[in-house]
């Protein structure tokens, strides 16, 4: 909806620290977030 709505004029991404990122787990879910933001479907396809 953000995407969308051409509303959103800036994005804080803040720190992440690699080292207690598990498994990069914390990376990819910010990536997939941001992904979003910027209107890719967050909805799996088949």
């Known amino acids: 909806m953000i ?4 509303r959103a ?3 804080d991404i803040m720190e ?3 080292a207690l ?3 990069n787990r914390t ?3 910010v990536v997939d977030l941001v992904e ?3 209107g890719k479907s967050t ?3 088949a």
């Open 27 to 29: 990376a990819e879910l």
């Open 21 to 23: 990122d598990e498994r």
């Open 3 to 6: 995407a969308d709505s051409g």
């Open 36 to 38: 979003s933001l910027f």
């Open 16 to 18: 992440l620290n690699p």
């Open 43 to 45: 909805l799996m396809r």
């Open 9 to 11: 004029g800036s994005l």
